[in-house]
């Protein structure tokens, strides 16, 4: 039995192998072949209705909860489409952020794994080239594309010719510090509320030894576990002005002359006190440090943490582009939230599948309304600013122009993260930092290799 | 009774004997022996979620080139020896000064002694996670206070300290089954022997040396075994307090099975390390029985 499914999943997988190639998708060229399905879609929907199925959805807390109960908000999107499409029946179940890769993993493995998973593309890319994902082309009309009219975003939806995720959200990572502090402190002069809030890693220095002078706690430079990784990746390459990797995807190249005095920076930052020491500190704590008002800042914030922690901060946070050297653009890394679809063998539980998707991602009512509940920003232009009145929000959707290169779909990603930690960890307890970042990246580039 | 009366008779007797162990045994190939050959075979391939290619000892040529693995080879090492002397010798002493206390008292004891052991492990990380916070932490605040240490120690984030916070936390949770088992087994010694030596002039360390210890000596080398066992085993402190970290300072087999395994998919690389982990379990415990079972009289 075992046999036959690892034969089933090898054949997938080279079928897979077979389809997928090794350039990105053009957004131009996903107009053209989208087009050409439409009409077919439509008639497939006229039917669509009666469609018979009983699927299995898994989520990630990634929909604010309702009334403090998991799962309690997906219920309600699963009524309202069960209005539509009342003889699909959707099971769902909450998973967490800890556990649930891992769950995932299992259960690919043995054969009981979910229909739908709402997740984000550095995994959902992995399980695409896995060969375990039903396909999500037709699912990306011209229409759609269109309407997002991001290639950067539609291509971190794909490997080679086939989407594996469908987008419904996105938001960038940024860092926050403590407006109601600064002000207090008579600090706030320190930081550019104006415009895009771009400023300089000199700028940025200042302001975190004033804090320093002031009595305030700085950020935790948190390496446990793998949760908010990006965030420190990105502030490194943020202050270096280095990308993680090329465009191509193909190798890292955060070790530079820059990357190496940056992070030496980050490293001085935290023996002077600028910065907390956070090798015992995963990114869930480093947040609760500033959310409480115990740290000033944090060097990984985004609108979906605030809404998840607005009601227990007692002070007003600003959001800021990480600083930049002098006449260098900030790159954000920035979260996609979609969904993709396994492969169970069922094309019925397929087809249901992607109308869930669908309307949870495109039904007029709904679609906005669960944009707002991720407190991200739809990736469909046409959702418009779901956020009036909301500086924060505003300001937030106005930082797409910044976007960096999206690597998390690289291969060997997951490999890479597990190397990431620990190398900060190494620079924090006193290993030479030129050595630590060229041992990082020689391990990351093995693990491009290894994904082959 | 004739010869083939006889037969039948003893031949009965087996098909009962095995009936009655079918149930156990079905559980147990299925559970333990199938997963075990499945490791072994598995083992032998570059398996991956899309992979199932023969690539025979590979894993385990690549696995002596792993510094990572190495260097949590020698963490597990560390914490089997420094877990199991302290674990026997601590139970031992504790099972010994409350066995000879009021019923009640013994009772406290044992209970306040097993409570870690029944208390989840998530809820046992969360508490010492909380003693060790580098920032808020109980136990910086007293040592501060103290003036034992001027400034706060990352007590998990420290490679210096992180493995032994560990042992520490590991020491809680596992003496608690050892004392329960030795109060157990001072009771089943027999108390004439004792009292006779007593009675003869023996002092307390010829009558623990020449009484008590040969009587424990079964106790002692099962608890021995399974407390290495375990230590061996040590995975869900790491995984919930440092995830290997700092700088794999704290990463044991067990962690680096369950992260290339669930995190990367490399099951038949994590296979590998699996089975060396259960060779090493297996020599030592044989080791074990060799030494400490040569003494052991039931």
Known sequence: MKKRALSLMLVMAMTAGMLAGCGTKDAADTKEDAGKEETAKEEVKEDDTDLEAEITWWNYPNFAAVDETAGKYEQGIIEAFNEKYPNIKVNIEMIDFASGPEKVTNAIQGGTVCDVLFDAPGRIIQYGKDGVLADLDDMFTEEFVADVDNEKLINACYVGDNAWMYPISSAPFLMAFNKTQLEEFGLLDMINLEGDRSWTVDQYQALIKALKEKGANGAVMFCVSQGGDQGTRAMLANLSGTPITNDDLTEYTINSDAAVEALQMIVDNVKDGYMLNGSAQDGTASIEEFVSGRSSNAILFSPGVYNNNKAKMEFEPVFLPFPTPEGVDPALEYLIDGFCVFDNGDENKIAASKLLIDFICNDAEWGPKNVVQTGTFPVRQSFGNLYEGDENMTYLASLTKYYSTYYNTIDGFAEMRTYWFPMLQAVLSGEDVKTALDGFVEQANQSIANAQ | ?298
């Open chain 2, 1 to 298: 009774m004739n010869k083939q009366k006889l037969y039948k008779i003893r031949m009965r007797e087996t098909l009962v004997s095995y009936a009655f162990l079918a149930p156990a045994l079905l559980f147990f190939v299925i559970f333990v022996v199938y997963p075990m050959i499945s490791g072994v075979y598995t083992s032998l391939f570059n398996y991956t979620i899309r992979k199932f290619d023969f690539i025979g000892v590979d894993n385990y040529i690549r696995l002596v080139s792993d510094p990572i693995f190495k260097k949590s080879l020698i963490n597990t090492l560390v914490i089997v020896l420094g877990s199991v002397p302290i674990v026997v010798l601590f139970a031992l002493f504790v099972g010994l000064t409350i066995y000879e206390k009021h019923s009640a008292i013994r009772s406290f004891f044992r209970c306040v002694f097993y409570l870690p052991v029944v208390t989840g492990t998530v809820a046992v990380t969360v508490v010492w996670k909380w003693i060790y916070d580098p920032i808020n932490g109980i136990l910086n605040y007293l040592l501060q206070s103290a003036h034992i240490i001027n400034e706060p120690i990352m007590w998990l984030g420290d490679k210096r300290f992180a493995i032994w916070a560990i042992i520490i936390i590991l020491l809680t949770t596992s003496v608690g089954q050892p004392i329960i088992l030795y109060v157990a087994a001072l009771g089943n010694i027999d108390q004439s022997l004792t009292e006779a030596a007593e009675v003869d002039g023996a002092n307390r360390w010829q009558v623990f040396k020449n009484i008590k210890w040969p009587g424990l000596m079964p106790t002692t080398l099962y608890i021995v075994v399974i407390t290495t066992i375990n230590s061996f085993q040590c995975f869900s402190l790491i995984q919930l307090l440092t995830s290997g970290g700092p700088n794999y300072s704290t990463s044991t087999i067990m962690y680096l099975v369950y992260e290339k395994a669930f995190k990367l998919g490399q099951f038949g690389y994590a296979n590998s390390m699996g089975v060396i982990l259960a060779v090493i379990i297996g020599i030592i415990s044989f080791l074990q029985f060799k030494f400490l079972g040569n003494d052991v009289e039931y």
